[in-house]
């Protein structure tokens, strides 16, 4: 590739070394100034003013007296035994079998 290898190619490519010649030196030149806009700073002045507000409140106590009625209504009970007794006479010709007379006791 162009005169040597291409592991030793220098800067310009063809494997020699870049000429280099001493800088030339300008005269200065100023140009117009840039003006940036400008910033803007804020200074704050803090004057502290109180104002009494008032925020009147009545707590009114209630003192409730409750009257509960209690209803009883009591029963008693009682009990009553009974007993039936029946007879049948049978055998005797003038009432016949089968009639009967209830008695209670």
Known sequence: MYGGNWFN???NGFGQS???SAPQVFP??????IVSPTR???????YNTYV????PSH???VNRHMI?????????????NECF???TICGMPQHGCGSSRKRRL
Request: glycine share 2%; proline share 10%; charged share 20%.
């Open 18 to 20: 870049p000429y280099n």
């Open 85 to 87: 007794e029946t007879n």
């Open 40 to 46: 803007e700073f804020v200074r704050t002045n803090i």
């Open 28 to 33: 200065d030149t100023f140009e117009q100034p």
């Open 68 to 80: 509960h009625n209690q209803h009883f209504f009591p029963h008693t009970e009682s009990v009553v």
């Open 9 to 11: 190619q220098g800067r």
């Open 52 to 55: 009494p507000r008032i925020h």
């Open 59 to 61: 707590t009114t106590t």
